[in-house]
């Protein structure tokens, strides 16, 4: 069974800094989908960013990217720039082509004024 | 505003109860995902429906049950309730149940509290 590994728990980042989440992934499938939620104090989960594995090009969404790595399992989240509002759950989450969503632990961001 | 809608927001129920939390997908959108997220945890992925048929199905336990209905409502089904089955629950709709990177929009989920 696929496995989502978010290894930070907890991170902080200057307002307008960088910073980088982490998330790995268990899988023997070579086609799936990841993706990177947000959830804030509301409990909202809020889509922040989607890779289909078969694209080699890192996707991006304004200030958020991410760092691709197949072969390592890898998939990363980078938030230029920081904001306030960026404070939130972060969780990293899986996809099968057969529908079988899975997510990790969740890394809780602070940002610091 | 997802348009993924949930009721009730929140439910208080004792032990060995039943409910049912209802959820309302977005326009157009067929699959509906149900989830379980306890207190600071991560979403437990419980069971998808497609077009009224079941598609996948996550760690669910044999107490819980779902269905989706022609209107492509969904209902979750909780019975002989927990202490350890307070949690929120959210419901998720995607426009496709089939393989695609189709990003799932979630409800505001339902708190529910066993006591």
């Known amino acids: 069974a696929q496995t989502v590994t978010q290894s930070q728990p907890e991170m902080s980042v200057q307002e307008a800094e960088t910073v980088t989440l982490s998330c790995t992934y268990d899988?023997?499938?070579?086609?799936?989908?990841l993706f990177w939620y947000k959830q804030p104090p509301s409990r909202q989960m809020i889509l922040v960013i989607r890779?289909?594995?078969?694209?080699?090009q890192n996707a991006t969404e304004n200030r958020f990217s991410v760092n691709f790595q197949k072969a390592a399992k890898s998939f990363s989240l980078k938030i230029s720039d920081s904001q306030l509002g960026d404070a939130a759950m972060y969780f990293c989450a899986y996809r099968s082509v057969l529908n079988d969503m899975r997510f990790g632990a969740g890394t809780r961001l602070t940002v610091k004024p | 505003d997802s348009g993924v809608t949930q009721t009730p927001k929140h439910l208080i129920t004792a032990t060995g109860q039943r409910v049912t939390l209802r959820c309302s997908p977005r326009s157009g959108d067929l699959s509906v995902y149900w989830y379980q997220q306890s207190l600071d945890q991560g979403l437990q992925f419980l069971i998808q429906?497609?077009?009224?048929?079941?598609?996948a199905k996550g760690n669910i336990l044999e107490r819980f049950s779902a269905q989706q209905f022609p209107d492509l409502h969904s209902e979750l089904n909780l019975s002989s309730l927990e202490l350890g089955d307070s949690a929120l629950y959210f419901c998720?709709?995607?426009?496709?149940?089939?393989?695609?990177?189709?990003?799932?929009?979630f409800g505001p989920g339902t708190r529910l509290t066993v006591t």
């Open positions: 899988t023997s499938e070579s086609d799936y989908y």
């Open positions: 998720a709709s995607s426009v496709v149940g089939l393989a695609g990177p189709y990003e799932q929009y």
């Open positions: 429906y497609y077009n009224g048929e079941e598609r």
């Open positions: 890779q289909e594995a078969y694209k080699q």
